[in-house]
């Protein structure tokens, strides 16, 4: 009887330990999706998907072979590495012959965010649907939608970097017009044209692909040679090398 309550004493004084020991650290996956959500704020959308309840994050592609499929149908797609790579399952349900990939250039709501920071692979996971015109007006151009996971190295968004994170972001999607600057433009007077950007174009080294097409706009056309991206403007040439500025010609 003795050695009974001994025992259920540490067993009790256990669990109280527990109960009542230090509180632990907020979990850095809600740190992140809040740091990524003031970045990236979806578009929140109907039941239907068809309708926008609240606008939100337009993207602009950047990196081909990114499969859609239609009718809240969602073509799993993954980037790592500098490549876009095709869930099997999903390509399975494409009919043969048929090209169900968004093109570089076209646009997107951001739909959804989802962060997996643990495992071998974690990963931040964009849901994206196709918009037509993407002005926050009923969808008409049929419900197709995708997911890119980004994954990363173990441990990497442990304790991740924010910069770094949107910079591989920004490899495969640039921000075309987030919901507070949509709404700007939307109630723009008739007639009156925002100012062109004065002075000199001056594009640094280390600069990201946002802010080169933010200063210089989309280029005439891109070419991808190994790690390298290459924008090719009017008088300029610029080379990306992980999202940055490698060089300038």
């Known amino acids: 009887m003795r050695s009974i309550t001994v025992a259920t004493i540490v067993v009790c004084g256990a669990f109280l330990t527990s109960v009542f020991a230090a509180p632990q650290a907020p979990d850095t996956k809600v740190s992140l999706d809040e740091q990524l959500r003031s970045f990236y704020p979806p578009v929140e959308l109907s039941k239907d998907n068809l309708n926008v309840t609240k606008p939100g994050t337009i993207l602009q592609v950047n990196r081909p072979k990114i499969g859609m499929l239609q009718n809240f149908l969602i073509f799993v797609n993954t980037y790592k590495d500098g490549q876009i790579?095709?869930?099997?399952?999903?390509?399975?349900?494409?009919?043969?012959g048929t090209d169900t990939e968004i093109h570089v250039?076209?646009?997107?709501?951001?739909?959804?965010?989802?962060?997996?920071?643990?495992?071998?692979?974690?990963?931040?996971?964009?849901?994206?649907q196709a918009c037509g015109n993407c002005d926050f007006t009923p969808v008409s151009s049929g419900l197709w939608r995708a997911a890119v996971a980004f994954q990363f190295a173990e441990g990497a968004l442990d304790q991740p970097d924010i910069a770094k994170i949107r910079q591989t972001i920004g490899e495969v999607f640039t921000v075309v017009q987030p919901a507070a600057q949509q709404t700007a433009v939307n109630v723009q007077q008739p007639g009156v044209q925002p100012s062109p950007a004065q002075g000199p174009v001056n594009i640094q080294l280390g600069q990201t692909v946002d802010q080169v097409i933010t200063v210089l706009?989309?280029?005439?056309?891109?070419?991808?040679?190994?790690?390298?991206?290459?924008?090719?403007y009017k008088d300029m040439k610029i080379t990306f090398q992980n999202g940055t500025v490698a060089d300038v010609q």
């Open 105 to 128: 250039g076209d646009k997107v709501y951001l739909d959804k965010i989802e962060v997996k920071p643990k495992g071998k692979e974690p990963s931040i996971t964009f849901t994206i």
């Open 217 to 232: 706009g989309q280029p005439e056309r891109k070419a991808t040679v190994g790690p390298k991206e290459i924008y090719f």
């Open 85 to 96: 790579k095709q869930a099997f399952v999903s390509k399975m349900m494409v009919p043969k």
